[in-house]
Every structure is written in C-alpha cells, then in structure tokens.
C-alpha cells in the first residue's frame, strides 16, 4: 500500500493544503483518482475549491484531523466522451516533485 498510494497523490500546493503539516500528500477521491497523465494533452482544468474551516485551529483540539479544504472539482475544457480517459491541466511542479524513489 505504501507504493501504490503515492502515486494517486497530488501536490498540496495545488490542492491548498502546504500548511496543514510538514509533509502532506492529497487525495482528491472520485475525478482526482481516476485521473491519468499525459505529459501534452489535457481535457479537465481545476475548478478550485472551497474553504469552509469546520473547527477553530486556535481552539479545537481536532483540527489536525480535518481540512478547512474540500470540494475540489474540475472543469472539462474539451467534450469527454463516455470511456474516454481525463487528463487533468498539470503545471510544471508536477516534474519537480522528488518522489524519493531512484
């Protein structure tokens, strides 16, 4: 599981979660996972995601076990047709991203 994982990860700079510990991976479930990559071609582009603190990180005691950030979604830049694969917009930190691996 420790191999497999990683490689559904995204950069928590572009999921906005850089500051929720010293090392974070995301997982965004649903679109994010079965996203693949291509290195020219694209079809999805990020559509952001909400900020919704659920508990007060000054206060709550349970605040590392949550995210202020969710609902990440996606937006089709070009008609998918049904079985097609989604290719999402990456930036080129993707290619800098050490994966600890040689």
Do not use: C
């Not at 020219?40 to 995210?67: C, H, Q, W, Y």
């Amino acid at each position: 599981a420790n191999e497999v994982l990683p490689e559904f990860g995204w950069d928590p700079y572009t999921t906005g979660g850089v500051h929720e510990a010293n090392d974070v991976l995301t997982f965004l479930p649903g679109v994010g996972m079965l996203s693949n990559f291509h290195p020219t071609l694209s079809n999805v582009m990020s559509g952001g995601l909400k900020e919704d603190p659920i508990f007060d990180r000054s206060k709550d005691v349970s605040t590392g076990a949550n995210t202020a950030y969710h609902n990440s979604t996606f937006i089709a830049t070009k008609q998918i047709e049904a079985g097609s694969e989604i290719f999402p917009s990456i930036d080129q930190g993707w290619f800098t991203v050490d994966s600890g691996q040689d």
